[in-house]
């Protein structure tokens, strides 16, 4: 696997950092782009206060000179500037105020489980690893993968499908899903349905509870050619499949018509082969979501996700102190109600360093004009396909 990311930091430590390793030399360094997107995954109705304070912006501390990589490992770092009301609840050097312990899991959380791997018994040390604050990180990196891809025509988008039991309804191949999604607070680029959302959060809010959801995110201008059918690690769905259940709180990821193609036939299920000399193979329909065999197909890629509501509850379960056993409510805190939007937008992110991973591992190269005349060789020879 060629692009290979890591991130570090605690959601109320000093900030966020991503490390990534594989990009060819002379990728431009887009500042813009990758701040626009850490901008959007901030947003989203039903967040909690958390970013009324937090204003995310990149830092590039190695890894590019004068404005282009070097082909060495990137270190990407997010403030945070929330670290400022924390500093003495969480130095990482000397024994902080307890003030901020948390000795009531929550169901749902990593809480219980983090805690009683590590041998904790305070949440805090495992929470502060385990929240969403981390996605900024993958998001920055996000940003570096599109930077790249856009230069290939392949462009990334996502919207909302859905939210507790609320479904929105929109046809990507007739309406520009994303355009919609982008201007509505939810990411639902359906106005009745949008409507109806906006309720039913506050509603949820109102009763001390959280909601869930699902969206979609899909992938154009995908070569055919990425993934691998012959090492079950490469495989492209293999990659999607880990990489969005990677996400925190989601639970389900499905490739195309996903689980629907278990209750169908065949003849319903798979997408009939075309030939035109100006497209070259196509298909009319595209159940498989663009992989077939661990393979992208030349088709979009269709990646639909769905994520557990948030575990903190205002109105909270049941939990047992690990102090002494004593039976109480679970840790209460600041927390958002609904985060699917801002989901959506970690899944394009999550998407982007898949599929430039799995690009680079087909067009490698040293530096960018490598991996341009890669490409350009290729694409050369799917258009001339039946011409030798
Ligand atoms: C989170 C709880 C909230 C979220 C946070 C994830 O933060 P806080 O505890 O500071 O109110 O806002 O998400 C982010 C900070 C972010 O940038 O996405 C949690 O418990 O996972």
New binding site residues.
């Given amino acids: 696997m060629k692009v290979i990311v890591k991130t570090a930091g605690e ?2 430590g000093k900030g966020i950092m991503a490390m990534v390793e594989g990009f060819p030399s002379g990728l431009k360094f887009d500042e813009d782009l990758i701040n626009e997107q850490l901008f959007r ?2 947003g989203g109705y039903g ?5 009324e304070i ?1 204003k ?1 912006e990149v830092e590039v501390l190695s890894g590019f000179y004068q404005g282009e990589s070097l082909g060495t490992p990137i270190v990407l770092w997010i403030k945070n500037r ?1 670290w400022e009301n924390w500093e003495e609840f969480m130095s990482p050097k000397d024994e902080s105020s307890s003030k901020k312990k948390v000795t009531l899991p929550r169901p749902g ?1 990593a809480d219980l489980a983090g805690a009683l791997k590590h041998g904790f018994r305070d949440c805090r040390r495992a ?1 502060e690893r ?4 981390e ?2 990180g993958r998001v920055a990196v996000g940003g570096l993968s599109r930077t790249l891809l856009n230069r290939f025509g392949i462009e990334i988008v996502s919207w909302v499908t859905g939210i507790g039991q609320l479904k929105a309804s929109c046809n990507s191949e007739s309406d520009d899903c994303q355009e919609l999604a982008d201007k509505s607070p939810v990411r639902v680029p359906d106005g009745e349905a949008e409507r109806k959302i906006l309720e039913e959060i506050e509603g949820a809010k109102a009763d001390g509870d959280s909601l869930g959801g699902s969206f979609e995110v899909v992938a154009s201008g995908v070569p055919p050619g990425l993934g691998s059918y012959s090492n079950p690690g490469k495989k492209l769905d293999a990659r999607v499949g880990a990489g969005f259940m990677s996400i ?1 709180a989601i639970k389900s990821v499905e490739i195309g018509l996903g689980k629907g193609a278990g209750s169908k036939r065949g003849s319903e299920v798979h997408d009939e082969i075309y030939h035109e000399d100006e497209t070259g193979f196509y298909r009319d329909s595209n159940e498989a979501g663009g992989i077939e065999g661990g393979i992208s197909n030349g088709e979009k890629l269709r990646v639909k996700a769905t994520m557990k509501p ?1 575990p ?1 509850l205002g109105k909270p379960l049941h939990s047992v102190d690990l102090t002494d056993g004593e039976e109480g409510e679970a840790a209460k ?4 109600v609904c ?1 699917v939007p ?1 989901a959506s937008v970690v899944g394009e992110a999550e998407l982007a360093n898949i599929v430039a991973g799995a690009f680079l591992d087909k067009f490698a190269g040293d530096t960018m004009d490598e991996v341009r005349e890669s490409f350009e060789r290729y694409s050369e020879r799917l258009e001339n396909w039946f011409e030798g």
Avoid: C, F, Y
């Fill in positions: 959601s109320h995954r901030q967040r909690g206060g958390r970013m937090e995310d929330d959380h929470l385990t929240s969403a604050r996605t900024a925190p948030i903190t805190e600041r927390s958002d985060a801002a």
